[in-house]
């Protein structure tokens, strides 16, 4: 579904990350990856999982770092020349502001949580869209925590409410340049980054007892919707949050 298609994935932390299943489906989809890594740690993880999908462009990026975003672009357009897709899989909040009450949350801290949350879908954005003078898709991931109050989410929620209205007025930006710029609202997987959410084992337990499938989500489910947000199956959604969470956010009680 999308040979000979090239698409930057931002977020692969290790096997479990959401951003590893989305990026071996699109592998398995014909499309021609290159994966970023923020700091050594990360690489060292990366490098080895890069191979087993024959992926030779393994780059560094810290979205926080308007050169480091810079190099990737300028470093993908010298290897690609062009760019089809971008899967945003990146996040981060102290884990002090997630422990604390939420109106104790400090100003370093929301504005590191949004930088790094939100502001990067932006940064990244505009940047892809110098490389898809055909169009493209960008594709983003937020959780519930956005739109309720979800127990312990606390400054992500808001960041990722900032990245859910960044979604819609990106979408409106660049639609105009076939450009399209959806977001999937994914239930509660355990990841390195959901490790850093308090209370995450019960938070899961909760989810898969109430979800009308009685089941947690997979990093499977959320790449199959991946893989249509950025195939042309999609090719009149944009904008859009879709709910990979097993109904859970239908449910009032
Ligand atoms: O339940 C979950 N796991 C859900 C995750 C439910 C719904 C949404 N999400 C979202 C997350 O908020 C995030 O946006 O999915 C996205 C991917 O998260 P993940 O797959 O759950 O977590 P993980 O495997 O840890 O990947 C996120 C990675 C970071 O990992 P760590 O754990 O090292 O912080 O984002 C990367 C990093 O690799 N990252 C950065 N990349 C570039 N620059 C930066 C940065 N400054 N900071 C973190």
Redesign the pocket.
Known sequence: MLAGKKILV?????Q????WGIAERLHQNGAELAL???NEA?EKRLRPLAETISCNNVLP????SDQDLDNLFAELGSRWGRLDGVVH????AEQDDLKKPFSETCREGFKKALD??AY?LIGVSGRAKRLMPDGGSILT???LGAVRAVPNYNI?GVA?AALESSVRYLAADLGGQNIRVNAI?????K????SGIPQFKSLLAQFAEKAPLRRNVTQEDVAGTALYLLSPLSSGVTGEVVYVDCGFNIIAM
Request: hydrophobic content about 50%; glycine content about 6%; some cysteine.
């Open positions: 931002l977020g692969v932390a290790n479990k990350s959401i951003a970023t890594y923020v990360i990026c810290d979205v926080s899989s990146v996040a981060f790094i949350s990067s991931l937020t959780y992500m990722k609202s994914a239930g509660p997987i990841t390195l980054a959901a």
